[in-house]
């Protein structure tokens, strides 16, 4: 159904009874018969050659194609490759397994025009295809109501399929789904990217969710790429919305699609993701997603090539460059470009064109036994079918080097300039006969590259090269002939013809074996007509210079000359006194040459690399002003155009690690990554923001200032100690050591000895403490005690003084034989001879209350934070008593200062109260009564009051002959009689 163009084969005679030919299904054979020796079998029918065996192989799958790639999964597993794919009712059991278990399909998928009949179709073929390089058709499904391919991620689109439809205008689509009323189901959910073609989806009414599936991430953002007609739309009865989860985009209602293209950051400059962070871009070499974001190893398909399980832009290539040798060495890592592949060896049936595997070589090249393709020295090698001179035959020998027959021009009135057709000729395999030639051919020139006659058949089974009766011959002018293999020669009957050359010069030369294989009869006898250049002992083919079996001095392409002097600075000669010739020198060479490689010439056309000439110096190198290849600076990345380490003319093309500017806008410098950033800056990969300039490189950044050297951002990052500029705390560089620590010998900042207590301590770096005047301080003892040391700490303040054998000591608390401390010099004692006071449970000594415990009491020597009860605060700050004729109750304040008032007792009089008094007792003109609760000082008890003796209140009688009288609880005022 889809032809490949047509194969010769040529039956050689080393085809053996095995032989055998591996050919493309369907491609037509043109067989061509050539070199069978026996002339007997030389036109029979290909029919009738019954030990050649054609094994026509189908381009389906074989072991060859399968090359190993990574599946997403954890580990990689061998991937299948296979041609195109049709699908239909004229499938089979030998088709279904040729393709099943493909993975990639370089070709199309086409499944087509099923029959509503089908008991079923072998869908499984379909299940494990991952990517398609060309078109997906899916149209004419009859009542399949799903096909599904649930592994396919990606569209490659290099094939599409041209329509023009009556609701859409002509497009080329690579995706196709169409006449399919009863598909319900998206064949391909996880679908990715379509690279390249339009997207046609008609008259499939139960494919919902087309408007909630975001094409435009699936196409590379293309807009508009997507053609539908009679398709389910939202809200009809076969279709449901997606559920709140996917966000409004899916497959259908239970199924999201995931989108790998417009969620992702700008930081990933047009690459698919799997997230939408900075780190989340698939790797460059990635085309239709990724299964991690790790490297080249996780991609769903490869942007360019495929080499085993990794995604790059280039195959290793043949050759590598040597820097010892200045020349390029065969890669022992190479491979060949296959497709999207990267392969170990061509196919057998495949040629190798430079690095690409190729069906046949391309114009301009040829190939050899080994299938390498190679550049045509003017015109390529054709093999062709001679015989007798004609129209149609000139016209088939158009561009042949090799007649595989016989050639022979008789009777024919052709033209000389019809038949310089014949020019490309170089060999012909049995005989050449030009005789009777009616028109003026004065010379056979229009042959003159031709080098060899095989004389496999001969001419009247006798003559492998015949020239007789030709009226108007003049010359051979066979400039090239220097061998007939097998048969004679006769030169005869031609009337004009000189011939300048004998029997024995031709035996000489090597063109025949023996003398005896030579018939001339010439008019002219023996003249000797050779040019002057010739070698005339050797003879020649006519009078030109160009005519000459062999040179006197040198032979320039076939043109004998007398030095080897360039005409042309193209063409630079020299000469080579070993072979008489006229060497070529190399292309590259200027001025001249000592011979015809690189390394020979005297001067370059362009650049010198090492002794070579070469068009340009190699990818790591770069030309001087002088023209020789030096190597780039070592931090240069993909080349350099001069010594600099910048990025631009004269600098590096690009950076393995970038030094910026403060602003990151531009490029200082560049930085080998293998030697790291210069002083004070660490190596960093840039994620935000999105559109930094230099996002997702490699720049070198400013350490933090405390910093000397980093291997990352802020203090933490410092490295060792030694690298903070100023201390070390915890592993995090800092301006100083903080409260309790010191700064040691090798930057760290280290714990003070807990005696040293809050005010911390410092490192002693002379003999004379700096700090020690309070204490001789330094390592801490076991016995919490610190001693002053040269080369240690000593602590800036002690909390405590201990005077231990006459040396002051540092101590974090009192011990038990001195438990009092000195308040003003924190020098621990064993009593106090001053004010004593307890703060925290610390007793000290000082010569005052301090605040927290002003007051004294009772001109004692111990500090109280207040008074006692029964005092009151004097006004210096002592506690003095209250006066004894005020009551005194637990808890409660007794009096607000020294006096016998009424109103400083708070809780009222201890015995009586006489007038604004209190008093211990009444005087002699007074008696005690009893006063309610609540006189006079809002007492809750009984208090006495001293009255003045006045008589009977009631009856006039005088009180010393009254008698006691009880008075009733409610009444204010009782009298009271004593004795």
């Excluded at 069978?36 to 094994?55: D, F, G």
């Excluded at 396919?152 to 196709?176: M, N, P």
């Excluded at 009222?908 to 604004?916: H, V």
């Amino acid at each position: 159904p889809r032809p490949a163009p047509p194969v010769m084969i040529y039956l050689r005679p080393w085809l053996t009874t095995s032989g055998s030919f591996k050919l493309r299904s369907c491609q037509p054979v043109k067989f061509i018969v050539s070199s069978i020796r026996k002339p007997s079998m030389a036109w029979l029918s290909v029919t009738l050659i019954t030990h050649l065996t054609l094994l026509v192989v189908p381009q389906g799958v074989s072991a060859s194609q399968q090359t190993p790639e990574v599946n997403g999964k954890s580990n990689a597993q061998l991937t299948t490759r296979c041609s195109s794919i049709w699908l239909n009712d004229t499938w089979n059991d030998t088709l279904i397994q040729r393709f099943r278990g493909c993975n990639i399909v370089e070709g199309n998928v086409e499944v087509t025009s099923l029959s509503n009949s089908l008991p079923y179709m072998p869908l499984s073929v379909l299940a494990n295809i991952s990517e398609i390089t060309g078109y997906l058709r899916l149209e004419n499904l009859g009542n399949l109501t799903e096909l599904p391919m649930p592994l396919l991620r990606l569209v490659r689109g290099q094939q599409t399929v041209t329509k023009t439809l009556v609701f859409s205008e002509s497009r080329d689509y690579s995706v196709i789904i169409g006449n399919a009323s009863e598909l319900d189901k998206w064949p391909f959910p996880q679908l990715q990217e379509i690279s390249s073609g339009d997207m046609l989806l008609y008259d499939a009414p139960k494919l919902c969710n087309v408007d909630t599936i975001d094409w435009e991430d699936i196409q590379n953002r293309r807009v508009n790429g997507v053609v539908t007609h009679n398709v389910g739309r939202d809200g009809n009865a076969f279709c449901q919305a997606c559920k709140e989860s996917c966000g409004g985009y899916c497959w259908s209602a239970q199924l999201c699609q995931t989108r790998s293209l417009k969620s992702c950051s700008s930081a990933c400059a047009g690459r698919r993701c799997l997230g939408t962070g900075v780190f989340d871009c698939c790797d460059s070499q990635c085309v239709g997603g990724c299964y991690a974001v790790t490297d080249n190893t996780q991609c769903v398909g490869c942007k360019t090539y495929q080499n085993s399980n990794t995604c790059v832009d280039k195959c290793p290539s043949l050759d590598i460059y040597d820097s010892n040798t200045f020349q390029y060495v065969p890669n022992p890592d190479a491979r060949y470009i296959l497709g999207s592949q990267c392969v170990l060896q061509c196919p057998d049936t495949m040629f190798r064109d430079g690095q690409v595997c190729v069906d046949s070589c391309p114009a301009g090249k040829y190939s050899n036994d080994s299938m390498v393709c190679l550049d045509c020295n003017g015109v390529c090698p054709k093999d062709c079918v001679g015989g007798d001179f004609n129209s149609t035959l000139l016209e088939n020998l158009t561009n042949c080097t090799r007649i595989m027959t016989y050639l022979k021009i008789s009777r024919s009135d052709a033209l000389a300039k019809d038949l310089e057709v014949l020019a490309s000729v170089r060999y012909i395999h049995q005989y050449l006969e030009v005789s009777v030639v009616k028109t003026e051919l004065k010379s056979l020139s229009f042959l003159r590259n031709l080098e060899e006659i095989a004389g496999t058949v001969l001419d009247v089974e006798k003559f492998a090269l015949t020239v007789v009766s030709n009226d108007y011959l003049e010359e051979l002018g066979l400039n090239s002939l220097r061998k007939i293999h097998n048969g004679k020669i006769i030169v005869n009957g031609n009337d004009k013809l000189c011939l300048s050359v004998t029997n024995e010069q031709l035996v000489a030369a090597g063109v025949i074996n023996s003398s005896s294989d030579v018939i001339f009869f010439s008019s002219c006898g023996s003249q000797t007509l050779c040019h002057s250049q010739c070698n005339v002992s050797l003879g020649c083919w006519g009078a030109g210079d160009n005519q000459c079996l062999a040179c006197q001095a040198f032979d320039d392409d076939g043109t004998c000359v007398a030095n080897c002097t360039a005409m042309d600075s193209d063409r630079l000669l020299v000469a080579n006194a070993a072979t008489k010739k006229c060497d070529v020198c190399h292309k590259e060479c200027a001025v001249g040459c000592s011979g015809v490689n690189p390394d020979d010439c005297v001067a370059c056309k362009h650049v010198q690399d090492g002794p070579f000439c070469r068009p340009r110096c190699p990818p790591t190198k770069y030309a001087n002003s002088t023209g020789h290849c030096t190597d780039c600076n070592a931090v240069c990345k993909d080349g350099c155009s001069g010594s600099g380490i910048h990025m631009g003319r004269g600098g590096c093309k690009n950076c393995e690690l970038f030094l910026l500017n403060d602003n990151e806008t531009s490029v200082v410098e560049c930085v080998a990554r293998q030697s790291g950033c210069p002083a004070h800056k660490y190596a960093h990969v840039v994620s935000e923001p999105a559109n930094h300039p230099f996002i997702l490189r490699h720049v070198c950044r400013e350490c933090d200032p405390l910093c000397t050297a980093c291997s990352g951002a802020g203090p933490g990052n410092c490295g060792s100690s030694s690298n903070c500029l100023n201390a070390s705390n915890d592993d995090i560089c800092v301006a100083s050591c903080p409260i309790k620590k010191y700064l040691s010998p090798n930057g760290t900042c280290e714990l003070c000895p807990l005696s040293c207590g809050e005010a911390g301590c410092q490192l002693i770096t002379t003999n004379t403490s700096s700090g020690c005047g309070k204490s001789s301080c330094g390592t801490e003892n076991t016995d919490n005690t610190t001693n002053l040391l040269f080369g240690q700490v000593e602590c800036i303040s002690c909390p405590y003084i201990s005077i231990i054998n006459g040396s002051r000591v540092c101590v974090a608390t009192c011990q038990a034989d001195q438990p009092i401390v000195n308040a003003s010099n924190h020098v621990c004692l064993d009593h106090c001879y001053q004010l004593s006071y307890n703060i925290n449970g610390t007793n000290f000594c000082s010569s005052e209350c301090p605040d927290e415990k002003p007051l004294l009491y009772r001109n004692s020597s111990e500090c109280h934070e207040q008074c006692p009860d029964d005092t009151f605060v004097a006004s210096a700050r002592h506690c003095n008593d209250c006066a004894s004729e005020c009551q005194r109750r637990d808890g409660k304040p007794t009096c607000i200062n020294g006096s016998s008032l009424i109103g400083s007792c708070l809780n009222g009089c201890k015995n009586f109260r006489e007038d604004e008094f209190c008093v211990t007792s009444c005087t002699e003109d007074r008696v005690a009564i009893t006063e309610g609760p609540g006189h006079p000082t809002n007492s809750d008890e009984l208090s006495q009051k001293c009255v003045p003796v006045v008589g009977d209140v009631t009856t006039g009688t005088p009180i010393s002959t009254l008698s006691t009288t009880a008075v009733a609880p409610s009444a204010n005022l009782s009298l009271a009689v004593s004795g």
